[in-house]
């Protein structure tokens, strides 16, 4: 027993980052002010509570395993994208596997046509939520009316005691092709640098995590714009050495969730949290398990036919150690 709780102890020194697309979580009523038609009881996915309060539980059980083999608790932290409203995240943190660990969350709705917005769920027993905002992503269409889309949430409290700053970002899709849509993204990742820099203009040495669905893979040149102010990418190596991706497209792997910590998490000083090591939470049972997408994610829908799957993602995840 004295062995046990020793090592309770130790493991509170570690802790884990989570970062996850949940792929389309819309609840069952109708937003006359959005394009949420799809997913209503009468809507073409013929999305009732049965398939919602499964998709919850799903989804629930994922992120409670997040990095549970090293820290022996769930995440501290997860940035979630693709969440319709409050009420979808508040179901989340309140459904069958997270519940009992109380989880806050930070939420504003975003001025995205589909409905869709960024959120943050935090562990009260490890972060302390201090405040938040968010950051508007200005686009514009060929006609050069404003094309609407996520907000870049920014969420600052104390991670184990040690004040940091999160952005949770959900940039452009590449739907309109790589190419068409990359200035896009390159807006994106230049209001996501505006705030970083608005933060260091006070503290020049905070800490900052960043986190998103880029829908650009680590070596793209958006991401490498935010890596280049001062930040580690543990992506990157996943990437460029094993091919690693948390999605599939038309056959093909892309690692477009990813998680950046500023260069300061590398300084192993008492007290401080240090960066350890990033993963892709890709289990076995996460997967479709035959077929021509054997292996690719196991999604909610894959069109308008219903799959009962987590997401067309895998979440990723990142460890960190307060040093004694």
Not at 32 to 45: H, L
Not at 99 to 117: A, L, M, N, Q
Not at 170 to 190: F, L, N, Q, T, Y
């Amino acid at each position: 027993m004295i062995d046990f709780l020793k090592r309770r102890l130790q493991n509170k020194n570690k802790t884990t980052i989570g970062f996850y697309n949940v792929e389309n979580l819309f609840d069952t009523l109708n937003n006359p002010t959005t394009f949420d038609d799809d997913y209503t009881p009468d809507g073409k996915n013929r999305w009732t509570d049965k398939r919602y309060t499964d998709k919850l539980k799903k989804l629930g059980s994922v992120i409670a395993q997040l990095g549970q083999n090293v820290s022996k608790f769930p995440p501290a932290i997860v940035g979630l994208v693709e969440v319709e409203n409050a009420r979808v995240v508040k179901d989340l943190v309140q459904s069958k596997y997270l519940k009992k660990h109380h989880y806050g969350f930070v939420h504003y709705d975003s001025p995205d046509e589909r409905g869709i917005d960024v959120a943050l769920i935090y562990n009260k027993q490890f972060f302390e939520y201090l405040g938040s905002k968010t950051h508007a992503v200005y686009l514009e269409n060929d006609e050069g009316e404003r094309d609407y889309t996520r907000d870049i949430l920014e969420v600052t409290g104390h991670l184990h005691g040690e004040m940091v700053h999160v952005f949770v970002n959900h940039w452009s899709s590449r739907r309109e092709g790589v190419e068409e849509s990359d200035p896009k993204r390159m807006i994106a990742a230049k209001t996501l640098k505006k705030g970083i820099q608005t933060i260091r203009d006070t503290n020049f040495n905070a800490k900052i995590i960043v986190m998103g669905d880029f829908n650009d893979d680590p070596t793209s040149k958006s991401v490498k714009l935010i890596e280049n102010e001062g930040f580690i990418n543990p992506m990157t190596s996943l990437w460029d050495k094993d091919y690693v991706g948390s999605l599939t497209y038309e056959g093909k792997w892309n690692l477009f969730d990813q998680i950046l910590f500023s260069k300061n998490f590398l300084e192993q000083n008492t007290g401080a949290l240090t960066f350890k090591h990033a993963e892709v939470f890709n289990k076995k049972w996460l997967k479709v398990f035959k077929g021509k997408l054997k292996g690719s994610p196991f999604r909610t829908y894959i069109g308008p036919w219903y799959q009962g799957g987590f997401s067309d993602h895998f979440p990723v995840y990142a460890f960190l150690e307060k040093e004694d």
